[in-house]
């Protein structure tokens, strides 16, 4: 599902600029790929929406968000750190944060990869036609091994 989030990303500079679901799908099992895998992105391309789509109750700036015994086992520590880092770095707004968070959910996979969360914060911001800076683009595709230091 991943890998058909990333292209959709790649492919298409916003939600509204993909295709209907029909065609949608049509064009991504010609590129490769599987059925399932196609089906299973569209169901969480239409969660994503949704949650777009609802209201999030607004947070103070100085709010913390404490996570449930549940979100922790979901997320798992590295995810949290993550998000957190991302929060403190003011590029993550409670309202997306929380988007984010239901994503992840609606994954399934029980501590969600660091990777896979990063492409669901990715996918957060194209869901609302925003990009993120060169700072959090390089956090989310770059791997830290691969970092140069000056």
Do not use: T
């Amino acid at each position: 599902m991943f890998d058909v989030l990333v292209y959709l990303y790649e492919n298409y500079w916003r939600p509204d600029a993909c295709p209907d679901h029909q065609q949608l799908q049509r064009k991504l099992s010609a590129v490769g790929f599987e059925s399932d895998e196609i089906q299973e992105a569209l169901r969480w391309l239409d969660g994503l929406a949704h949650s777009a789509g609802s209201s999030v109750s607004p947070q103070r700036g100085n709010s913390l968000r404490v996570y449930s015994e549940v979100e922790r086992e979901l997320l798992g520590d590295d995810s949290i750190a993550f998000i957190s880092f991302l929060e403190s770095a003011g590029v993550l707004p409670p309202a997306m944060r929380e988007m984010v968070i239901d994503r992840a959910s609606a994954v399934g996979a029980c501590p969600i990869e660091l990777d896979d969360l990063k492409v669901i914060v990715l996918m957060v911001f194209w869901s609302l036609g925003e990009e993120p800076d060169a700072l959090i683009l390089d956090e989310l595709f770059v791997d830290p091994e691969d970092r140069l230091i000056h």
